[in-house]
């Protein structure tokens, strides 16, 4: 009996033994690290900080819809330890930081340093391969190992944000370069990855510039609104200012300067205080300069706008009049654009980003004056004035002007009932055909600015919802050439969807002559008068001798 025990032990500690042989095998085929794998770098467009999203695991994500870059180059290296360089490069979330130098890497932190040797790899794409039109760079058959990878943007000139309304995106901050391991462990940390995915998303400032109101009268205010992106590295950058060069037909409003940061819904989450996180330059026009307006962001700005949660871009806004300086026909569009200056670690020695060009314009009612007969004799200029309604119009209610300090251009439109209107200038058209007997511009009394055309008027109004209404305007032609008629009633001109780029309505008006009247009468007339008056006299005297004779 002992000995059929005995059997029975042996057979089962056999058996444990052959069974922890075959663990420890399984768990060395396991954990064994294969000697190749491929990197697969996928380059897409971050519009804000929330697009970054979580850190990769190395696995490819199906699930990112963020637009493409083409044509953005990776330097990928392998690293190679050099003196006591451990053979695992320390990570910068223990506070490493790495700094290319030549064909070195050196791997920092306090005073100890490491080195690595840079042994620069082909992609599959070839040597200096670039992402293609996916924002895929493949790099296969790599040796197991640590690679440093590198964004290199200048060599990059040309790449292209893929998707509609993506052409005029740029990047202004770049991927910090970083070191992935290839093959690297799985995310679930019991198995190897062979096929490394990573994701390094490119930020730009993608700056923009817009007016509250598209069409404006002459001497009204329009709000300027400049935003930008707040990168996820804000904190890093170390100059950061906004320059608005302003058009001539623009001026600044004093005091209306405002900074902020707003989240995704361009709701205000913080502002900034003048003097302290931003400071202000306003330089009026010269003759050879424009008005400019300058703001930069301080460090303590900087560090504001990006300490902020859920902030992703900020704003700069002010107040500009609108006036009538206006040199050339048909200049009736106001375009301006603002340029942020920064500098970053992608950019050590400082970048510029331009914001598309914002419009506003104002309306122009151009008279095409003609007369029956095609008579071109005439000895002076109809004269017209426009008015805002229709009851204006018949009221002798018009549009009066206020202009600059040099009486050279308006500065305002005021209409019946407005401050100032009545100290204000009569508004006189002179249209080109015949001969003016007034000058144009301010006429000699003071009291009238005449001019070929009505400049400076607002076209439309529009709603949040973008609902445009069409303005229309009364023509009153007050004096009429010699020889021809007034006209009877005034002409109305609406600008609408069809009025040209030029933003000019050219009204046609015709002027009739009068009727031929009977002569009042030369020489012979006046004889055969005489002759008349004498027979009529000589009658009555001849009755009333008559009479007296019979008495």
Known sequence: MRKKWCSILMALLVLLTTASGLATARAEEVTLKPEQGSLTIHKYWAETAEDIREEGTGEEDKTITNPAVKGIQFDVYLLKGKGSAPATPPSDKDGWSYTKNGTELLVSKGSETHTYALELKDSDAGANGKT???????????????????????ASAGYEVQGTGNAEKQITSGVKPFITAVPMTNKAGADWNTDVHVYPKN?????????????????????????????????????????????????????????????????ELVALVEGTEYDLTHTPATSGTKEEV?????????????????????????????????????????DNEAEFEFEN?????????????????????????????GDQSINKSAQFQVAASENDATGDRYLKVVLDDSDTYIT????????????????????????????????????????????????????????????????????????Y????????????????????HTSAVENKRGFTLPN??????????????????????????KKKQAV
């Open 132 to 154: 293609n039109a996916t924002g895929e760079l493949v790099y296969t058959d790599l040796t197991a190992g640590f690679y440093y990878v590198e964004e290199n943007l200048s």
């Open 345 to 373: 670690a992608s950019k050590p020695g400082g970048d510029t980003a331009t914001t598309p060009s914002a419009k506003v314009h104002t309306g122009e009612i151009a008279i095409n004056k003609t007369y029956s007969g």
């Open 294 to 334: 300058i703001v930069t962001l301080t460090g303590a700005g900087i560090a504001k706008l990006a300490a902020a949660k859920g902030i992703t871009r900020m704003a700069v806004s002010f107040e500009t009049t609108v006036n009538g300086h206006s040199t050339t026909a048909d200049e009736n569009t106001i």
């Open 412 to 483: 305002k439109i005021l209409a019946p009932g407005a401050a100032g209107y009545d100290a204000a200038l009569h508004w006189i058209a002179l249209p080109s055909h015949g001969v003016h007997t007034e000058a144009l511009g301010m006429s000699a009394d003071g009291k009238t600015f005449y001019v070929e055309s009505f400049k400076g008027l607002e076209t439309y109004k529009e709603d949040a919802a973008q609902n445009k209404t069409y303005q229309a305007y009364y023509l009153v032609e007050t004096v009429a050439p010699d020889k």
């Open 520 to 545: 009042t009468g030369g020489m012979g007339t006046l004889i055969l008068l005489v002759l008349g008056i004498v027979s009529i006299g000589s009658a009555i005297l001849l009755i009333m001798n």
């Open 203 to 267: 930020q730009g400032l993608n700056p923009q510039k817009k007016a509250d109101m598209p069409s404006v009268n002459a001497g009204d205010k329009v709000t300027w609104t400049i935003s930008a992106n707040v990168p996820n590295d804000f904190s890093e950058y170390t100059k950061f200012l906004l320059t608005d060069e302003l058009d001539k037909r623009l001026n600044y409003v004093a005091d209306s300067i405002k900074v902020v940061g707003l989240d995704k819904n361009e709701a």
């Open 485 to 504: 008629n007034l006209l009877e009633q005034p002409i109305k001109v609406t600008f609408d969807k069809d009025t040209s780029a030029k933003h000019v």
